[in-house]
C-alpha cells in the first residue's frame, strides 16, 4: 500500500485524493475470544457425541454447526472498526461495512482527543445516556464528538490527532 507523508504533521494521509483520513483498527482480542470460543464449541461437541458416527450421525448435529458459524461471524464483524472522512461526512462501520453510521461534518460543533474503555465501545459503561455512544473494536485512543442535536459520540481512532486535523479542530 501506498503512504504519503505530510512532513508538517508527520501523519499517514490517505492515498486517495476524495478521502482524507481512513484508518482501520483492528482487535485481535476479538478475535482471539471469537476463535477460542469457537474451539471450546468443538471440543464439547466432541467429546459430548464421542461415539461411532460411521453408523449414524448425532440427529442434532447442526445445532454445533450453527452456535460455531454465529460466534465466527460474530467474531469477523466485530474484529475491526474503520473510521473515515470522505465527501462532507464522517463514517465509522465494524468489519466489511456492517452497521454503517455516518453524521454530516456541518453536524459536528465540537471534537476533542479523548479516550475510550473495552466496556463503553461493548455499550456497558454505566449511567451512560442513550445520546451518548462509543464506537469501537476495543480501547483506546478516540475522538469524542458534541453534535449541535446535543448528543455525543466516541469514536476509536488509532491516530485521533490526525482525524481531529482532517476535521480541521484542534486537540
Known sequence: MVENIRSDVGHRVSPRPNVPYSRTGV????????????????????????????????????VPIVVLSAILAVGAIFSCFTVEVRD?????????GAFRREVRLSAIAQAQAASTSWY???????GKRKR????????????????????????????????????????
Do not use: C, N
Not at 463503553?120 to 454505566?126: G, K, L, Q
Not at 455512544?133 to 469514536?155: F, I, W
Open 120 to 126: 463503553e465501545v461493548h455499550d456497558i459503561a454505566p
Open 27 to 62: 482487535s485481535y482480542a476479538t478475535i482471539g475470544i471469537a476463535v477460542a470460543a469457537a474451539a471450546a464449541v468443538a471440543v464439547i461437541t466432541w467429546s459430548v457425541w464421542d461415539t461411532d458416527w460411521s453408523v449414524s450421525p448425532p440427529p442434532i448435529i447442526g
Open 132 to 171: 451518548d455512544r462509543a464506537y469501537g473494536a476495543s480501547g483506546g485512543d478516540a475522538v469524542e464528538l458534541k453534535l449541535y442535536d446535543g448528543s455525543s459520540l466516541k469514536l476509536q481512532a488509532h491516530e485521533p490527532e490526525a482525524l481531529l486535523m482532517v476535521l480541521g479542530t484542534r486537540a
Open 88 to 96: 462532507g461526512t464522517l463514517a465509522w462501520w465494524f468489519g466489511f
